[in-house]
């Protein structure tokens, strides 16, 4: 699943959640589903920041950073 579908279902889940006539059952469930979710967001925002440092790693050296001037 990616990430935005993840945070759609989850803002869907925390709807839910706010009403107020939700039934405790299905309150509990919504609640272990959103969990669910929010740790397959953290893992694949955790995937995605060690894809970046490793592209960062790669690049170190083949870049260089110069100085920027306005004039």
Do not use: C, H, N
């Not at 995937?47 to 950073?65: D, H, N, P, T, Y």
């Amino acid at each position: 699943m990616k990430i935005e579908e993840t945070l759609v279902k989850l803002e869907e889940i925390t709807s839910a959640l706010e009403r107020e006539d939700l039934p405790l059952d299905e309150a509990i469930a919504l609640f272990e589903q959103g969990l669910d979710l929010a740790a397959a967001a953290r893992k694949i925002l955790d995937e995605a920041r060690l894809r970046i440092e490793q592209v960062i790693e790669k690049a170190k050296g083949v870049l260089e950073r110069e100085p920027f001037d306005v004039s």
